[in-house]
């Protein structure tokens, strides 16, 4: 999709003109179990409303419904109380784009709860002018087609150096999208938030079941500290069930070696292929 090509390179120039995180501090009165009104514009807002979007786009498990943050309308927030004084609370209404066409689609109302030691609690309602037929129709062809193939599908550097993204391969990079949202809600804070930068490697491994799998290697993008935190990932996809993904990330700016001695069905053991069709 040429919009999608065109907008990649800006938005990863955008994402470097974000400065480095200083000390860890919050924009707001940390006064316990007190609702205070937030910026919309801010880091903070912005981070909490693009968690939110990770965890849905990996609970609805439908490559052809993906969306990203469009713009944060209204934001509060409240820290915990005197037992959970760590745990911070967001309140948000924002609006949405579509991931792969780059259309305004819809908007949402959200919590999301920080915890000390666990992944971010999310609540959402989100609405949006997709048709619902049409995205099931999408699904099921990308569902059947993978799984009719006898050979393996293959690819590397989706987008490529330059931004750039094969037609052929964007249902790929939704289902990498679908797989990380997984591991970018789990590992995102208040302080820190992932992008999904580059399919590095994919490659499917045939199944005699019903299920989808594919191997993938992903770059994530970590904000603000502008690192680049590779991931091997496995994402098992069966029709109208959650995805299911198993991951191991290497620390950041540091490669994962392709194929790392994991048994196989883990995300580890991905190799480098020649480019296939999609």
Known sequence: MPGLRAALPAALLLLSSFPPAAAEQYPWPQAPGVMH?????????????????????????SPSLLWVLHHVEKATVKVGGAITLGDIKYYLQF??????????????????????????????????????????????????????????????SIPDNHGNIDRDHLSLLALAKVGSSDIMWKKSTEHVGYFLAQVKVV????????????????????????????????????????????????????????????????????????????
């Open 37 to 61: 009104p937030l910026n919309p514009n801010s880091r903070e807002a912005a981070w909490a409303a693009r968690t939110v979007l990770h965890y849905t786009n990996y609970r609805t498990a």
């Open 95 to 156: 609006t949405i784009r579509d991931y792969i066409h780059e259309k305004h689609v819809g908007s949402c109302s959200a919590t999301v709860l920080y915890l000390k030691n666990s992944p971010p609690q999310v609540r959402a309602k989100c609405v949006h002018a997709r048709d619902k037929k049409q995205i099931q129709e999408a699904d099921y062809r990308l569902y059947k087609y993978l799984q009719s193939q006898k050979k393996p599908i293959t690819a590397n």
């Open 203 to 278: 490659k499917q491994q045939i199944r005699t079941d019903d299920a989808v799998e594919f191997n993938f290697i992903v770059l994530l993008h970590k904000m603000p500290t502008q690192e680049m935190v590779a991931c091997n990932m496995n994402v098992v996809w069966t029709l109208n069930d959650p995805i299911r993904v198993k991951y191991t990330c290497a620390p950041d700016n540091h490669e994962l070696e392709d194929g790392s001695g994991q048994d196989s069905g883990s995300a580890a053991g991905t190799s480098h292929e020649t480019k296939g069709n999609f």
